[in-house]
């Protein structure tokens, strides 16, 4: 009932390739056959309607197969991704677990005993209406992670709108809705995902030279790591036809730099949150960074330079934070734009913004100035705080293995002098070795 849109898709090409795993090709059928088969294991196992379902894995075929039959069951479905032992019995009470399953080489289903009375209007509404339920964690790179729980039947609603058929590497994780949105609308258009573990710039181009991948859904710290180990030169690229780019803002230096080594290749800038899923999206051009959103059931607006949307897949709420919504019901997404005609350039969360003695100074502009230089791998600016001023802006850089640090600490405050207002050049450069992103390709950003 629930995926019958699914379905009656997946039997239109039964024989050809659905996924793509650990070299073995997975067809449709196999696909339709072990959704049923998932469905009868986890009702045999005591799982039903309304069972709330963690699911630790990470992207491979039976994890497809067994997420499928918990939407058909209405389950509400929790998707995580090697969680930390320590912080699950926090999350499980958040989210009022019922069963946690870990998806490895084997799958275990445990069910979960809680003396908490579990209830949530949020749930309620879900079981009341037969609906599955999609809970969502945010990455908690600028805080305590937020559970947003959604109708998952409004989520799946716009992959009936038919779009390209692509091979598509499924580069965000289980955990994270840019994977699950690529998953699904790769499916829904009888495309050819294909799963890895490794995802280093170097394996996604063999891989793309192997399997002859036309989409990339990376992120764009993902593709700094690429500009910088060249893994792009050693294989041969020419299936690739898209790369798109979300999760986080883009820089600037990194896109014009992309638009030059891949002219062929379309670069189309996305834009979601955990709680609104993934809008439709038109990049102004390949290089540029405005974008135009909505459309498909999205409404937009800015209210004092924050990005507000409203839409039909909005999620119902979050578990353990206030109401994020007007009184209207738009959504307010925390993010500072720039807006040119229909286009939109996102300028970052409002809690990232430095203050610097009243004049706003944002964390991407810095970042981009600096990357400029060759010496730099990574850098993240953050503001940290001043008894005088309010803040002063401080910059983590970790630089290649070659550089003096004094040398390039010098260098970096000449470049930002040359190329910004004095009150934007960072007071503090700290050179640190270690990587300044997540497992989810994301930049970790420090909030004073």
Known sequence: MHIDFFLSQFKKTLDNDAIIWNDTHYSYNWLVEHIEKWSKKLKSNGINASSVVAIDGIFSPNTVAMLFALVEMQCIIIPLYKINIKKSNELFDICMIDFFIVIRKNVKIKSIKSNKKKYNKFYDCLKKQKHPGLVLLSSGSSGRPKAAVHDFISLLEKFKTKRNSLRTINFLQFDHWGGLNTMFHTLANLGVLIFTENRTPEHLCKLTEEFGIELWPVSPTFLNLLLISESYKKFNLQSLKII??????MNEYILKKCNKIFP?????????LIEVGVLHSKSERNDSLWVKMGGDGYKTRIVDNILQIKSNSTMLGYLNAKSPFTDDGWFNTEDEVEVKGDYFRILGRKSEIINVGGEKVYPIEIENIIQELEEIIEVTVFGEKNHLIGSIVCAKIRVNH???????????KNHCRENMERYKVPVKIIIDDKIQYSNRFKKERIIS
Request: glycine content about 8%; overall charge positive.
């Open 244 to 249: 798109s780019y979300g999760s986080e803002p």
């Open 402 to 412: 070659k550089t003096n640090k004094k040398e390039i600490i010098q260098k970096i």
């Open 264 to 272: 062929n290749v379309k670069l189309h800038q996305t834009y979601g």
